[in-house]
């Protein structure tokens, strides 16, 4: 029998965690319904631990930007969080768990899966002395791996982080690189011409879409750059180099045109030089005058940098 519990703005639904309700150890999330903005899943339940999250439990839940789940959870049913448009941030605890399939299908805002110490009623340990482990910027490298890279087999709650995991994290990025632009084109048009009456139909469109997809990965890893190898640095910087004009500004532009790190991202790996700046300057018009500022100042001390340099020699 579901009973229900009741969070600031919604419901959970809960059931006995075994199939014969008199064995129950623990309780299980069967449904969340509500308009919270984040949601802590508490550790105990009616003096139950809540050990599992089921089948679709947070499937489709549009206001959720933040889950935090508690240190007893044991298990994870298949598409718990999927279709959850506005989720940008999973708090996990860091202990072998059973996980399901699509976990995370369609989340596309998902930033960050942090792995914490806790204990089992939900409170992170004593001896925690940060969020995620075993460096910041692998909460951010796991999230990517599972909402822009199609790859929930490194979502590993044990492993994730490690010299192994980031050599696997990099060469997947490194085989997204060299995957043909019009792969998977004719495969789309024949799942149905009704399905795909927009511009994804082009061609030159499709190859468009997927040259931004590569270069929003790219910009996530140089951004977070835990582990990355300095020869990995540089295929990252020529591939963002080589689309600069076509794809790597317009979407810098278009998504991150007021964040002054993806600006640096560019300057950093050669994006940005000065045989090119002015003319990117030129390109920003009337938008985005904070970062168009910075842009116009940095190309000031270049330019005085390179004078100084002259009267050196």
């Given at each position: 029998?579901?009973?229900?519990?009741?969070?600031?703005?919604?419901?959970?639904?809960?059931?006995?965690?075994?199939?014969?309700?008199?064995?129950a150890?623990?309780?299980?999330?069967?449904?969340?319904?509500?308009k919270?903005?984040?949601?802590?899943?508490?550790?105990?339940?009616?003096?139950?631990?809540?050990?599992?999250?089921?089948?679709?439990a947070?499937?489709?839940?549009?206001?959720?930007?933040?889950?935090?789940?508690?240190?007893?959870?044991?298990?994870?049913?298949?598409?718990?969080?999927?279709?959850?448009?506005?989720?940008?941030?999973?708090?996990?605890?860091?202990?072998?768990?059973?996980?399901?399939?699509?976990?995370?299908?369609?989340?596309?805002?998902?930033?960050?899966?942090?792995?914490?110490?806790?204990?089992?009623?939900?409170?992170?340990?004593?001896?925690?002395?940060?969020?995620?482990?075993?460096?910041?910027?692998?909460?951010?490298?796991?999230?990517?791996a599972?909402?822009?890279m199609?790859?929930?087999?490194?979502f590993?709650?044990?492993?994730?982080?490690?010299?192994?995991?980031?050599?696997?994290?990099?060469?997947?990025?490194?085989?997204?690189?060299?995957?043909?632009?019009?792969?998977?084109?004719?495969?789309m048009?024949?799942?149905?011409?009704?399905?795909?009456v927009?511009?994804?139909?082009?061609?030159?469109t499709?190859?468009?879409?997927?040259?931004?997809?590569?270069?929003?990965?790219?910009?996530?890893?140089?951004?977070?750059?835990?582990?990355?190898?300095?020869?990995?640095?540089?295929?990252?910087?020529?591939?963002?180099?080589?689309?600069?004009?076509?794809?790597?500004?317009?979407?810098?532009?278009?998504e991150?045109?007021?964040?002054k790190?993806?600006?640096?991202?560019?300057?950093?790996?050669?994006?940005?030089?000065?045989?090119?700046?002015?003319?990117?300057?030129?390109?920003?018009g009337?938008?985005?005058?904070?970062?168009?500022?910075?842009?116009?100042?940095?190309?000031?001390?270049?330019?005085?940098?390179?004078?100084l340099?002259?009267l050196?020699?």
């Amino acid at each position: 029998m579901i009973r229900e519990t009741e969070t600031a703005g919604g419901v959970l639904g809960i059931s006995p965690a075994e199939a014969d309700p008199a064995e129950a150890t623990g309780v299980k999330i069967e449904y969340y319904r509500g308009k919270d903005v984040g949601v802590k899943v508490p550790g105990q339940i009616e003096g139950k631990p809540v050990t599992g999250i089921g089948k679709k439990a947070f499937l489709g839940a549009k206001t959720l930007t933040r889950i935090e789940l508690p240190g007893s959870i044991r298990s994870i049913g298949d598409w718990a969080f999927a279709s959850c448009s506005a989720l940008r941030e999973l708090i996990i605890p860091k202990r072998e768990m059973t996980l399901g399939s699509g976990l995370f299908k369609d989340c596309e805002k998902l930033e960050r899966i942090v792995f914490i110490e806790k204990d089992e009623d939900g409170e992170p340990k004593e001896d925690t002395h940060q969020a995620e482990a075993p460096d910041g910027d692998v909460s951010y490298l796991l999230a990517l791996a599972v909402s822009k890279m199609d790859a929930p087999y490194l979502f590993d709650t044990q492993k994730a982080g490690s010299e192994d995991w980031i050599a696997h994290f990099d060469s997947l990025i490194l085989q997204i690189l060299e995957k043909d632009d019009t792969d998977g084109f004719s495969k789309m048009l024949l799942c149905g011409e009704e399905d795909y009456v927009g511009d994804e139909s082009n061609l030159d469109t499709f190859i468009l879409m997927k040259k931004k997809e590569k270069v929003r990965i790219l910009l996530a890893r140089l951004l977070h750059p835990y582990g990355l190898s300095e020869k990995n640095r540089e295929i990252c910087s020529k591939y963002l180099s080589e689309n600069m004009s076509s794809v790597t500004w317009p979407l810098v532009l278009d998504e991150h045109g007021d964040e002054k790190e993806y600006f640096d991202i560019l300057i950093d790996t050669g994006c940005i030089t000065d045989s090119n700046i002015t003319g990117l300057i030129d390109s920003m018009g009337e938008r985005n005058t904070q970062m168009k500022g910075y842009l116009i100042r940095h190309k000031g001390e270049s330019s005085a940098g390179g004078f100084l340099n002259t009267l050196e020699l």
